[in-house]
Nanobody
Framework: QVQLAESGGGFVQPGGSLRLSCVAS????????MGWYRQAPGKQRELVAT???????NYADSVMGRFTISRDNARNSAFLEMKSLKPEDTGVYYC?????WGQGTQVTVSS
């Protein structure tokens, strides 16, 4: 059983930035994708970005060029750097590793 703990969400104005962090409770293997999904109110959960060793990062078209995913395998962690945030980026952001999900962290982009 792997527990994932997200942090870094919050309220930001359009054009602002946030950095999300996800820490796993046990060893993560770089060959297994680790990444981020989000769910906006009334919508289905969608992929934002995932990363695994030996492959290029996988980004949703809507965040390409604005978000950057990274991992620190030594610390069993993943990060999501979000820039030029838009109101449509609002939602609960979930970390996922293998079949495990975190509890989510709220991101709200509004003026």
């Amino acid at each position: 059983q792997v527990q994932l703990a997200e942090s870094g969400g919050g309220f930001v104005q359009p054009g602002g930035s946030l950095r999300l962090s996800c820490v796993a409770s046990s060893t993560t293997w770089s060959s297994i994708p680790m990444g981020w999904y989000r769910q906006a109110p009334g919508k289905q959960r969608e992929l934002v970005a995932t990363l695994r060793s030996g492959r290029d990062p996988n980004y949703a078209d809507s965040v390409m060029g604005r978000f950057t995913i990274s991992r620190d395998n030594a610390r069993n962690s993943a990060f999501l750097e979000m820039k030029s945030l838009k109101p449509e980026d609002t939602g609960v952001y979930y970390c996922k590793y293998d079949r495990y999900w975190g509890q989510g962290t709220q991101v709200t982009v509004s003026s």
